[in-house]
């Protein structure tokens, strides 16, 4: 945050956005960027939106924001603006700006963990960027959900979507599909890579992803995926890749993975 003297040496004004430096990046914006149940497609500047009761518990109680305090807003669809906490809704306070989705798309699907590991690979996905998350089942999983409380579980997996997603400033929301088994993966538009150790390194097959639309990367559970499982795989058209010479826990291998792709793709620019 930068703080300025006001005119005639007054009282400092400080704003959330400065000028960088050349050759810098500009400050990340310290105004407070949530997520809203809305569709900003259909919105307009200065147009008032009712929050709802989750929404307004969180700005005013959770973040302690009063009535006039500025906010910027997303619909998890791309779209975003600068709003107004007014009451009981929140008053746009400039244009939409939507952003378009970046290509190519990047999916994790992600053996399920024991425990609530996956709350983490879910907060570390969203903040590399990824698209979408596929929960999987596979022959190693330990972990098997009883299909009366899969409700309640992603409803818990979507609210870890949406912090994360605030938290990194996303205007993009991942869905979350599954759980699914490893053979229901890839379709035409889709390069899938399955992690295994011993395979070729990630980085040294760029050629053979940087063309695909959509780049789906599977991570096993503890323990990995079978040799069967990835023999099937490569079978039906994926890539074993490999995830460097360390054995990365599965709650850990899934963001290394990631960040080569969102890197070697041109995601994060060239």
């Not at 300025?4 to 500009?26: D, H, K, L, Y």
């Amino acid at each position: 945050m930068t703080c300025r003297r006001g005119p005639g040496g007054g009282s400092p004004g400080c704003a959330t956005r400065s000028s960088a430096e050349p050759g810098r990046p500009s400050p990340v914006s310290l105004i407070p960027f949530v997520h809203l149940d809305v569709d900003l497609g259909v919105a307009a500047d200065g147009e008032r939106i009712d929050l709802s009761p989750a929404d307004h518990h969180h700005l005013t109680t959770v973040l302690r924001l009063g009535s006039g305090a500025s906010v910027e807003v997303a619909d998890g669809r791309g779209a975003s603006a600068a709003a107004v906490l007014v009451d009981g809704s929140i008053e746009l306070a400039g244009p939409i700006s939507s952003r378009p989705r970046p290509r190519p798309q990047l999916v994790l699907a992600q053996a399920l963990p024991k425990g609530r590991k996956l709350d983490e690979v879910l907060r570390q996905a969203c903040e590399l960027g990824v698209d979408e998350v596929r929960v999987l089942d596979s022959v190693r999983s330990v972990v098997r959900l009883d299909a009366g409380k899969l409700d309640r579980i992603h409803r818990r997996w979507e609210a870890v979507v949406r912090s994360a997603c605030e938290q990194a400033r996303r205007s993009y929301r991942p869905q979350i599909l599954g759980p699914l088994p490893l053979e229901r993966l890839g379709r035409d538009d889709e390069m899938l890579l399955v992690a295994h150790p011993g395979a070729p390194g990630l980085p040294t097959v760029a050629e053979a992803w940087t063309e695909a639309e959509r780049l789906v990367l599977a991570v096993g559970p503890e323990g990995g995926f079978t040799d069967e499982e990835v023999a099937d795989a490569v079978a039906a058209g994926a890539l074993a890749v490999g995830l460097g010479p360390s054995v990365l826990r599965t709650e850990h291998a899934g963001a290394a993975g990631l960040a080569v792709l969102a890197a070697g793709s041109g995601r994060w620019g060239s």
